[in-house]
């Protein structure tokens, strides 16, 4: 016993539509105006047709007459056409109104879907690019040859020293150059570089090495 396959899909449907009243329904191209009624004509003729059913055909046709292809066949001196491809009734001026307000809003609804599409980082602006200048600066300072740091060892007694000697005194995160000025028991008076006399525990001279 044969089963016939029921349309369920409306492009399978219209496509289906296409096939059996080619002079009435189109896949492509410019579309028809319905006559207006066509859906008790079809009714009727697929009365006996077991793949559509009407609340099927409804939907359908619904969604071929809402297209935007349909939409613009609705125009100043065009004629209906039966499900034959007869002439029909000029369109009204009233159903041409309806149509092209229908369609702008359509159209307006997709725009708006796509622009809600659009991924928030599409929106943000991107970073400006550094100045030449400051990409030059910036190399000619990643290229300077690193600062030499000066070493010492610790000094065990204030014997080891002598007035007017080079050495290197602990009074910051790094060694600062100086030169001994007195020497006492437990300090030692030492002129920094920068021309500062400073007064420094023993465990803060540090004899150069080099």
Not at 21 to 39: E, M, R, V, Y
Not at 40 to 62: C, P, W
Request: charged share 25%; proline share 3%; hydrophobic share 35%.
């Amino acid at each position: 016993m044969n089963t016939t396959a029921k349309l369920t899909d409306n492009k399978a449907i219209i496509a289906f539509l296409v096939e059996q009243f080619p002079q009435c329904f189109s896949a492509k191209g410019d579309a028809k105006p319905l006559k207006i009624g066509l859906f008790q004509d079809l009714s009727v003729r697929l009365a006996d047709d077991e793949r559509v059913s009407k609340t099927q055909l409804r939907g359908a046709i619904r969604h071929y007459t809402t297209s935007w292809r349909y939409l613009r066949s609705i125009k100043t001196g065009a004629k209906r056409v039966d499900l034959d491809g007869t002439l029909g009734e000029e369109l009204s001026q009233e159903h041409i109104d309806h149509a092209q307000t229908t369609l702008t809003q359509s159209q307006q609804k997709v725009k708006q879907r796509e622009a809600a599409k659009k991924p928030a980082a599409d929106k943000k602006t991107s970073t400006p690019a550094k100045p030449a200048r400051a990409k030059q600066a910036s190399k000619a300072r990643s290229s300077k040859p690193a600062a030499k740091v000066e070493t010492g060892v610790k000094v065990e007694s204030t014997d080891l020293l002598k007035m007017g000697q080079a050495v290197l005194v602990t009074v910051a995160k790094a060694p600062l150059n100086g030169t001994i000025v007195d020497i006492s028991k437990s300090d030692v008076k030492v002129q920094l570089a920068s021309g500062l006399t400073v007064k420094v525990k023993l465990a803060q001279i540090l004899a150069k090495t080099s």
